[in-house]
Every structure is written in structure tokens, then in C-alpha cells.
Nanobody
Framework: VRLEESGGGSVQAGGSLRLSCILR????????LTWFRKAPGKSREGVAA???????MYADSVKGRFTISKDNAKNTLYLQMDSLKPEDTAMYYC??????????????WGQGTQVTVSS
């Protein structure tokens, strides 16, 4: 299994970005897929998660602004990020085969993609 993120970049506050994570070799029927982020000087935190039964969960800080989705045909996980704020600046990681926002429970991680939001 290999997870490959892309889509990060620099954007002004209020802008949008869409992150992608190709789930190479990930064929689990039952799963939880999650986007985490780590900002400088802070611990890594869960941002959004989705499960095989289409349940989604979001951190309070991104509710109403971020949307997680999965394209089964492309085996790709997405994170649509709208109304971005400077505090969203972080390295974003996708993770697979874990439980919710429990970081240590995940078996597979991508390499990360940087998101920078300027004010």
C-alpha cells in the first residue's frame, strides 16, 4: 500500500484548495480514511475522516469549510478546503486503515503536502 498526496500550495485567506490522495494498493472493503495535519510547533491533529459506510467526521475547526470524499473508481481520497484561514497552514497527511482521529492506530501514511494560507 502506498498513499500519494498532492494538491497543496500557497493561497490567500478566503481561498480554496483541493488535496488528493491516491490510495495505491489499498483494497480494504471496510476502512477509515483520514486527513491529518501538523502545523509548526503543534501536534498532528485529525481534520476529516470518512469510512466505508460513508460516515464522515470533522474537526470543529474545519466544519462547514472542509469536505472529505472518496472516488472509488479512482481509489482516491479528496479534501476540499474552502474559506481557508491562516491557521489552516500546515503539512497535510492522508492516512488509511485506522480509527477516527486516533493517530497511532493508522497503518498507512502518505508523505504529506504543504498548505500555506497567507492573510
Amino acid at each position: 500500500v502506498r498513499l500519494e498526496e498532492s494538491g497543496g500550495g500557497s493561497v490567500q485567506a478566503g481561498g480554496s484548495l483541493r488535496l488528493s490522495c491516491i490510495l495505491r494498493g489499498f483494497t480494504y472493503q471496510y476502512y477509515c480514511l483520514t486527513w491529518f495535519r501538523k502545523a509548526p510547533g503543534k501536534s498532528r491533529e485529525g481534520v476529516a475522516a470518512t469510512t466505508s459506510d460513508k460516515t464522515t467526521m470533522y474537526a470543529d475547526s474545519v466544519k462547514g469549510r472542509f469536505t472529505i470524499s472518496k472516488d472509488n473508481a479512482k481509489n482516491t481520497l479528496y479534501l476540499q478546503m474552502d474559506s481557508l484561514k491562516p491557521e489552516d497552514t500546515a503539512m497535510y497527511y492522508c492516512a488509511a486503515d485506522g480509527v477516527g482521529f486516533v493517530e497511532y492506530s493508522y497503518n498507512y501514511w502518505g508523505q504529506g503536502t504543504q498548505v500555506t494560507v497567507s492573510s
